[in-house]
């Protein structure tokens, strides 16, 4: 069974920082495409970033582009979100997913989603 | 960067019924590469269907897909109780991001 646990998710006052965890297990992790996914309080899913199975290709919405950065360790099957210069808007769920299929690590191909953790609560407020 | 309308905002629908949920795409994805997913409250969205009409794993032949190009359906043929969700469309594939709709949500009339 695919099993993605995200944490590292908590309060922080505007322009901190946070860095969020995803812990796979039951999944090839080093060939997975790996996302962050976020969702505010009664609204709708917004993507964030993409990163490839060799790390290669790394992709971020507008919203977060500069301020985030993804990165993965496949030797500890684990996906990471370093979050800067957070803002009130980046209150929400972070959840990490990843498509079933077999990434190619140059990021030419981004899969749909099969697999999805529980997601991980950041609040920003001051 | 392609947007994705859903409609409608709101579906209110008995059991039994038939629910058809829209997504139009503001240029045309490319391989209907075109995701369904039912998100319930207080839980992570789940995969119901990709590339417009196939169905994921362990999703129930009730649920189907279609279209092409810009517009795309989701149907739900005999809505269940637990089928009252919110529903989103994704695009995916071979542009260096995802987006997705602002979603549908299906509520029991």
């Known amino acids: 069974e695919v099993q993605l646990v995200e944490s590292g998710g908590g309060f922080v006052q505007p322009g901190g920082s946070l860095r969020l965890s995803c812990a796979a297990s039951?999944?090839?992790?080093?060939?997975?495409?790996m996302n962050w996914v976020r969702q505010s309080p009664g609204k709708g899913l917004e993507w964030v970033s993409y990163?490839?199975?060799?790390?290669?290709?790394?992709y971020y919405a507008d919203s977060v582009k500069g301020r985030f950065t993804i990165s993965r360790d496949n030797g500890k099957d684990s996906l990471y979100l370093q979050m800067d210069s957070l803002r009130a808007e980046d209150t929400a769920m972070y959840y990490c997913?990843?498509?079933?299929?077999?990434?190619?690590?140059?990021?030419?191909?981004?899969?749909?989603?099969?697999?999805w953790g529980q997601g991980t609560l950041v609040a920003v407020s001051s | 960067e392609i947007v994705l309308t859903q409609s409608p905002g709101t579906l209110s629908l008995s059991p039994g019924e038939r629910a058809t949920l829209s997504c139009r795409a503001s240029?045309?994805?490319?391989?209907?590469?075109l995701a369904w997913y039912q998100q319930k409250p207080g839980q992570a969205p789940r995969l119901l269907i990709y590339?417009?009409?196939s169905r994921a794993t362990g999703i129930p032949d009730r649920f189907s897909g279609s279209g092409s190009g810009t517009d795309f359906t989701l149907t739900i043929s005999r809505l269940g109780p637990e089928d009252f969700a919110v529903y989103y469309c994704?695009?995916?594939?071979?542009?260096?991001?995802?987006?997705f709709g602002q979603g549908t949500k299906l509520e029991i009339k």
């Open positions: 997913a990843s498509w079933g299929g077999h990434d190619s690590g140059s990021g030419s191909f981004l899969g749909p989603f099969d697999f």
């Open positions: 039951g999944v090839t992790f080093s060939t997975s495409g």
């Open positions: 990163i490839s199975s060799s790390s290669k290709a790394k």
């Open positions: 240029q045309s994805v490319s391989n209907n590469y």
């Open positions: 590339g417009a009409s």
């Open positions: 994704q695009q995916y594939g071979s542009s260096p991001r995802y987006t």
